[in-house]
């Protein structure tokens, strides 16, 4: 699992000390046993206040910017399906998981797409995931309201499960 999730001020939930797309990751991680990486951006340039936050992220859209993430992701190879999570910002994936998506071979693997949101759902995660990885397989995707995975866990959860049930899992 690859996910991308940000502490510091978020949107109706106040300042947070776990982001809420990695409280989803960890959950889909207890669930099914994946494995967690998390993308990390390599400068650290996104701020942590929220409306500051969303200026930088709105411009790394307008610019279609490819933002470096730190690190290397592990060797992909040995993993057929690939859960892939982050916050929507601004209706689409933050621009650092298309870095992400352009720089790592996905191609056969089964990519499944989950957000966190506060209102726009999957934002159409799953088909700019196709579009950007257009030799994957991309499954049903889920979408968590950010203030839930904060504030309803117990919901989440079996959100989480029901949905990873009718993936199979
Ligand atoms: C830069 C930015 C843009 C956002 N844009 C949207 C949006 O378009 N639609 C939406 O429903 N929520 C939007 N949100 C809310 C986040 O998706 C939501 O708070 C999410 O759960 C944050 O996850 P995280 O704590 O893992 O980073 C935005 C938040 C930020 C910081």
Same mark, same amino acid.
């Given at each position: 699992?690859? $996910?991308?999730?940000?502490?510091?001020?978020?949107?109706?939930?106040?300042?947070?000390?776990?982001?809420?797309?990695?409280?989803?990751?960890? @959950?889909?991680?207890? =669930?099914?046993?994946?494995?967690?990486?998390?993308?990390?951006?390599?400068?650290?340039?996104?701020?942590?206040? $929220?409306?500051?936050?969303?200026?930088?992220?709105?411009?790394?859209?307008?610019?279609?910017?490819?933002?470096?993430?730190?690190?290397?992701?592990?060797?992909?190879?040995?993993?057929?399906?690939?859960?892939?999570?982050?916050?929507?910002?601004?209706?689409?994936?933050? @621009?650092? @998981?298309?870095?992400?998506?352009?720089?790592?071979?996905?191609?056969?693997?089964?990519?499944?797409?989950?957000?966190?949101?506060?209102?726009?759902?999957?934002?159409?995660?799953?088909?700019?995931?196709?579009?950007?990885?257009?030799?994957?397989?991309?499954?049903?995707?889920?979408?968590?309201?950010?203030?839930?995975? =904060?504030?309803? =866990?117990?919901?989440?959860?079996?959100?989480?499960?029901?949905?990873?049930?009718?993936?199979?899992?």
């Amino acid at each position: 699992m690859i $996910y991308f999730s940000r502490t510091g001020e978020q949107y109706t939930v106040g300042v947070i000390e776990k982001g809420n797309t990695a409280i989803v990751a960890e @959950m889909i991680a207890e =669930q099914t046993g994946a494995d967690l990486f998390e993308v990390l951006p390599a400068d650290d340039h996104y701020p942590m206040t $929220y409306d500051a936050l969303t200026e930088v992220a709105r411009a790394e859209q307008n610019d279609n910017a490819r933002p470096a993430y730190s690190g290397e992701l592990p060797d992909l190879s040995g993993y057929s399906t690939v859960f892939i999570g982050a916050p929507v910002w601004w209706g689409d994936w933050p @621009m650092i @998981m298309y870095t992400v998506f352009e720089n790592n071979d996905f191609s056969g693997k089964k990519l499944i797409p989950f957000s966190t949101h506060e209102g726009s759902g999957l934002s159409g995660f799953d088909d700019k995931l196709k579009g950007a990885c257009p030799d994957a397989e991309v499954l049903k995707g889920l979408a968590i309201r950010g203030n839930d995975a =904060q504030n309803a =866990q117990e919901e989440v959860k079996k959100s989480v499960g029901s949905w990873l049930t009718e993936l199979g899992f």
